[in-house]
């Protein structure tokens, strides 16, 4: 089956420490993205990539890094420098990162992340 | 910047009515626009894609429709049923053209 896969489903994290969530996707996706959710907010964007070896900012991207050393893969790392990281963290993929109209985006099943 | 709105934030309706979710966003140099539902906990389910040369896009008993003129989107939900509760979201790419602007979604609730 192709899809998007996230691990874990639940993750919790003592404060000071780093954790990363796992992102993989097996649509041959060129573009890679990783949102936050928090209740009674809409997505906001941490950070995309558009191809291998190669990522960018988004909106509130402070406290957080990735890497995108293979298509399939945009890990999501959650430094202890985010002050308030308790959230539901989306991944997605799309065809390509690029603007056609039919781009069409797909997402994983989510990881929520609690802080002790 | 681009930036999206959707009324109402919640809904709550009797099993069988239809009803329409509305979308609205301020740059409408858009190449489509995508909605989404989501279960609680759950992630996002695209649900249809309106390319920017459409009108509108069916999928069953869902119809999407695209104003770019007035920024305008509709998702009309025809006999709702119980299982469609959710909420729904819709999303169109940002002024770049790279990503995606969210609205904060509409809460449906179809009661038995």
């Known amino acids: 089956d192709g899809g998007i896969t996230q691990s874990p489903k639940y993750l919790f994290r003592k404060e000071g420490q780093n954790v990363t969530l796992s992102c993989e996707q097996n649509l041959n996706h060129d573009a890679m993205y990783w949102y936050r959710q928090d209740p009674g907010q809409g997505l906001r964007l941490i950070y995309y990539s558009q191809i291998v070896n190669d990522f960018q900012k988004g909106d509130i991207a402070e406290g957080y890094s990735v890497s995108r050393e293979k298509k399939e893969s945009f890990p999501l790392t959650v430094t202890s420098a985010q002050k308030n990281p308790t959230a539901f963290y989306l991944c997605?993929?799309?065809?390509?990162?690029?603007?056609?109209?039919?781009?069409?985006?797909?997402f994983g099943p989510g990881t929520r992340l609690t802080v002790l | 910047k681009q930036e999206v709105t959707q009324i109402p934030a919640a809904l709550s309706v009797p099993e069988g009515e239809n009803l329409v979710l509305n979308c609205s966003f301020t740059?409408?140099?858009?190449?489509?626009l995508q909605w989404f539902r989501q279960d609680p906990g759950k992630g996002l389910t695209s649900l249809l894609l309106i390319q920017s040369s459409q009108r509108e896009q069916t999928s069953g008993r869902l119809n999407a429709s695209l104003d770019k003129s007035s920024g305008r989107s509709t998702l009309y939900i025809a006999a709702s049923q119980p299982g469609d509760s959710a909420t729904y979201l819709c999303?169109?790419?940002?002024?770049?053209?790279?990503?995606?602007?969210f609205g904060p979604g509409t809460r449906l609730s179809v009661l038995p």
């Open positions: 740059d409408s140099a858009i190449y489509n």
């Open positions: 999303a169109a790419p940002d002024n770049y053209g790279q990503n995606f602007v």
């Open positions: 997605a993929s799309s065809l390509q990162g690029v603007a056609l109209s039919y781009n069409e985006q797909f």
